[in-house]
């Protein structure tokens, strides 16, 4: 018997073990069997197994079934906003996208094209799992079209060590370097009410700064970020309020002693515990004691690259960084 209090079913871990059974994201059911009490489902996390867009070390095409594997121990309560996230969204796992993985260009649209067909568009919101960065963009292009391509784009709340606004890589325009600046381009996103945290060197060249700085995007810097604490973040999450916002999420801003299984890693970065504190932060939308959080209707979490990854804690984390973001969702549901 369905309980019409529960929004998505999980298999009881008292009875069925975490380690049993298919591996799913967060053991969320496949697409195509949620029930149809539970249908459309709020939000559907599907894989993109792509990673040609990278500039330095390739692997994370397995990410995803790194994510599936080790996310199978992130359980549903979250303790410091007392939600039960399988109580207020339906969620499920929809597979994984095809790729292309000769060409970042044409990989690009054909994640688009399976995105924008995920569950019910009008409704579902998405999370893709990579996979590189590259395939950010064709998340956030379906995102943009599901959203009702609201003018001015997406506001963006982006997670990474890397600015990634690069604008052409070893001739090269589509690459885990240019999310961002083609989505921008695209006008998918609004640079002016985007905001990247956590950003570090050293740099290629000081030039790789103009570009954010001279299209108005809010930089924090990893530096920064320990000086002041969350003033800037907070202070833009005030200013963008209820604007329909992407947020992504590449792992790599966690520092590699946390989380070694990525491709360019960058030292300095994020304790994982920090990860956590920021992702709770968003939820106050920079308001000291207000639960607020950002409305984020599409997102991403990138770049885990498992080959490199120690006992799957890169993945582990990942599937966490995941369940955060959902629950900001699920908070902003629940009032
Ligand atoms: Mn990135
Ligand atoms: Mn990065």
């Known amino acids: 018997m369905a309980n019409p209090e529960v929004r998505t079913t999980l298999p009881n871990a008292r009875r069925t073990p975490r380690f049993a059974g298919v591996a799913t994201f967060c053991q969320y059911p496949p697409i195509e069997r949620v029930p149809p009490e539970q249908s459309p489902v709020d939000w559907a996390l599907y894989g993109a197994p792509f990673d040609s867009g990278v500039t330095y070390r390739p692997g994370a095409r397995f ?31 929809a597979g994984d996208s095809p790729i292309m993985p000769y060409d970042c260009e044409q990989n690009a649209r054909v994640v688009a094209d399976f995105a924008r067909t995920i569950g019910d568009p009008g409704h579902t919101r998405l999370m893709m799992i990579g996979g590189d960065h590259s395939n950010g963009l064709a998340n956030i292009r379906a995102t943009f079209d599901r959203t009702g391509r609201p003018a001015g784009g997406l506001a963006v709340i982006h997670f990474d060590s890397h600015l990634d606004t690069t604008n052409v890589t070893f001739d090269e325009k589509y690459s885990h370097a240019s999310p961002f600046i083609r989505s921008i381009e695209e006008g998918l996103i609004d640079p002016r009410r985007m905001l990247s945290v956590g950003i570090k060197g050293p740099l290629n060249t000081p030039k790789d700064l103009e570009y954010p700085r001279d299209h108005g995007i809010t930089v924090v810097f990893r530096e920064q970020l320990m000086r002041e604490g969350t003033t800037t973040i907070d202070a833009f999450l005030r200013r963008i309020g209820d604007a329909p916002a992407y947020l992504s999420f590449d792992i ?20 994982s515990a920090e990860a956590f504190a920021l992702l709770r932060r968003l939820a106050t939308g920079g308001k000291d004691g ?17 080959d490199r990854d120690v006992q799957g804690i890169t993945a582990l984390l990942a599937g966490h960084m995941a369940f955060e973001i ?10």
Do not use: M
């Open 290 to 306: 207000q639960v607020r959080p950002p409305n984020v209707v599409g997102a991403d979490v990138v770049e885990v690259l498992p």
């Open 326 to 335: 959902l629950c900001l969702d699920g908070l902003r549901r629940r009032g």
């Open 252 to 271: 790599d801003v966690v520092d590699p002693a946390f989380a070694p299984g990525t491709g360019t890693p960058s030292v300095g970065g994020l304790t």
């Open 63 to 93: 990410g995803p079934r790194a994510v599936r594997n080790e996310s199978q121990y992130v359980k549903p309560y979250h303790i410091e906003h007392g939600l039960q996230l399988s109580e207020v969204l339906s969620l499920a796992d």
